[in-house]
Nanobody, 124 residues
């Protein structure tokens, strides 16, 4: 099994920054790619960013492109999401996800493991 633990969420003013972390433990050797998703109240869970452990393949949702940066530390089995220029639309519960296949994907259904989420609230 694999456990994912997110951290780094919190309350920030519009225009501010936060850095989320996702630490993987357990059978991490079975993991190929990681993703960040988010879910705002009353809305569907949506893709934010994804990366494989080599960092060679990265995807971003259009809504975060240019503001968010995903990175991966393979040695620490930790994935980060640097979020800059935050606005109220970024307020959501942010989830880390992992899949066994090497290719990252934007589809939530294709991830095998999920964390509990970390709340990000942006005040205007």
């Amino acid at each position: 099994q694999v456990q994912l633990v997110e951290s780094g969420g919190g309350l920030v003013q519009a225009g501010g920054s936060l850095r989320l972390s996702c630490a993987a433990s357990g059978r991490t050797f079975s993991l190929g790619a990681m993703g960040w998703f988010r879910q705002a109240p009353g809305r569907e869970r949506e893709f934010a960013a994804a990366i494989n452990w080599s960092g060679r393949t990265i995807y971003y949702a259009d809504s975060v492109k240019g503001r968010f940066t995903i990175s991966a530390d393979n040695a620490k089995k930790t994935v980060y999401l640097q979020m800059n220029s935050l606005n109220s639309e970024d307020t959501a519960l942010y989830y880390c996800a992992a899949r066994a296949k090497v290719a990252p994907t934007t589809e939530a259904s294709e991830y095998d493991f999920w964390g509990q989420g970390t709340q990000v609230t942006v005040s205007s």
